[in-house]
C-alpha cells in the first residue's frame, strides 16, 4: 500500500479543502491515544488557535499518522510524545533518542531507516517519505531535527489559506 502511494505521488484523488488545524490534532488524538497507551506511551496535545489551511484531509491525516507511527517507535515506554499545534505548524515531539547527523541527511529518502529504527522492529522506511509527500502536494513541507533537550521533532507546515490549482500554490 505505501509502494502505491508513493507511486501516485504528484496526483491529487481527494480534492482539497479549508481545513482547521485544531481539528486534525483532535482527530489524530482520537485515532492515537489508545495505541500508544497500550505501549505504555503518553499522548500529550497542545493545541493553538483553530487555523484553516487547504489541503485534502484524507493527505494530512495520513501524514499525521505517518510522523506519530514514527516517534512511538523511537519513544520509550513510560514517556510522552505530544503533539504541538501553533499558527500553520504541527509539531510531534519524541523522546526517543534522536538522529544522527548522517540519518539526519537521509530520513526522508525512500526505504531508508536510522540505525535505531532497524534496531527497533519491522518498518519500511516510507512513512516520512509518504508524508512529506503528501503534505508537499498541497504547498507545505514535512522536517525532522533533534531537540536540544534530547528527541526528534517532526513539522508539518502548511501555507497560509493555501489553494492550490493544476499544480500552483495560490496564496
Given amino acids: ?13 481527494a480534492p482539497g479543502s479549508s481545513l482547521d488545524l485544531a481539528d486534525v490534532v483532535a482527530a489524530a488524538e482520537d485515532r492515537w491515544a489508545s495505541a500508544l497507551a497500550d505501549a505504555d506511551q503518553l499522548l ?7 487555523v484553516p489551511v487547504y489541503a485534502a484531509r484524507v493527505d494530512v491525516d495520513r501524514a499525521m499518522d505517518a510522523v506519530i507511527e514514527n516517534a512511538s517507535r523511537y519513544t520509550p ?4 510524545i505530544t503533539v504541538r499545534h501553533r499558527g500553520t505548524t504541527i509539531e510531534v515531539l519524541d523522546t526517543g533518542p ?26 519500511t522506511g516510507l512513512g516520512l517519505p509518504i508524508a512529506r ?10 522536517t525532522l531535527e533533534n531537540r536540544a533537550e534530547g528527541g526528534a521533532v517532526a513539522r508539518l507546515t502548511f501555507p497560509v489559506h493555501a489553494e492550490v490549482d493544476h499544480g500552483t500554490v495560490r496564496r
Avoid at 500529550?44 to 483553530?50: C, H, I
Avoid at 515506554?77 to 510522552?80: F, K
Avoid at 534522536?98 to 519491522?122: A, C, M, Q
Avoid at 509527500?133 to 514535512?142: A, D, K, N, Q, S
Fill in 1 to 13: 500500500d505505501e509502494l502505491l502511494l508513493l507511486s501516485q505521488t504528484g496526483e491529487r484523488d
Fill in 44 to 50: 500529550v496535545v497542545d493545541a493553538g488557535e483553530p
Fill in 77 to 80: 515506554a513510560g514517556t510522552s
Fill in 98 to 123: 534522536g538522529l544522527s547527523d548522517e540519518d539526519l541527511g537521509h530520513v526522508f529518502d525512500r526505504f531508508t531507516r536510522g540505525g535505531v529504527g532497524r534496531r527497533s522492529g519491522p518498518g
Fill in 133 to 142: 509527500e503528501l503534505i508537499g502536494r498541497w504547498g507545505g513541507e514535512v
